[in-house]
């Protein structure tokens, strides 16, 4: 059954952000980005970057980065409404939308923002199919003119939720690293083979990234989920 009482939805999605914060809390977190020309998501940074991951991965990035000058893009279904609640009280600014309920006005949003902003997509939110990069990456890359950033984890234990996306679930106290890689732009796109040729090319990257992370979690010796 799904939850639709506003106040019921606010108190679920305290109740999972606090749920996050003492549970990840316990995970040994490492970073290791490929090359040298970026940093992960900090105010540090001296513009910004449009940083886009699995949706199953988003526990660990919504717990170490999240904070308001980084927007991300949830889905307007009743199932994004507690996540949208967790990840505003986890730090993170949320708009609201997806590929079928309020898309090209939330993304228009998100063009706005990163004029200034840091910004967040899940490319295979909020439906799937899962690890399959949708078009509104390549619209976003392209407007905003972000350098892209690719996000990739690998876990030592992690149990996976039953729904779509396999949402992952790390083991408290187990081990958990995080890969970037070089960032790049999208060029404005001209045409629907163009756009095609820019998702398969960001989804070999998001591919590449997770690989990566297993590799990094396997040189230790770990096993990577």
């Known amino acids: 059954m799904k939850i639709r009482n506003p106040f019921l939805l606010k108190t679920a999605g305290l109740g999972i952000s606090l749920l996050v914060r003492s549970w990840i809390g316990t995970i040994h977190y490492q970073y290791k ?9 900090t105010t540090k940074l001296k513009g910004p970057f449009l940083y ?14 999240g904070q308001r000058n980084i927007h991300v893009l949830i889905s307007q279904h009743a199932d994004g409404e507690m996540i949208a609640e967790a990840s505003q009280n986890l730090g993170f600014s949320v708009v609201r939308g997806s590929s ?3 898309g090209i006005e939330a993304l228009k949003k998100m063009v706005a923002l990163g004029k200034t902003d840091h910004l967040v997509i899940t490319p295979d939110g909020p439906r799937g199919p899962r690890r399959e990069v949708q078009p509104g990456l390549v619209y976003l890359a392209a407007k905003t003119g972000l350098p892209v950033v690719c996000l990739g984890l690998a876990y030592s234990s992690l149990r996976r939720a039953k729904s779509w996306d396999r949402f992952a679930l790390p083991a408290p106290f187990s081990d958990v690293i995080m890969t970037t890689t070089p960032a ?20 070999a990257e998001l591919d590449r990234a997770e690989q990566l992370a297993k590799g990094h979690m396997l040189a230790q010796g770990r096993q990577a989920a």
């Open 184 to 203: 790049f732009h999208v060029p404005e796109i001209t045409s629907r083979s163009q756009l095609n040729e820019y998702r398969l090319l960001l989804q």
């Open 100 to 102: 079928t309920r309020g």
């Open 33 to 41: 980005p490929e090359g040298t020309d970026h940093t992960p998501i």
């Open 52 to 65: 886009t991951f699995w949706h199953e991965n988003l526990l660990i990035p919504a717990y170490q980065y």
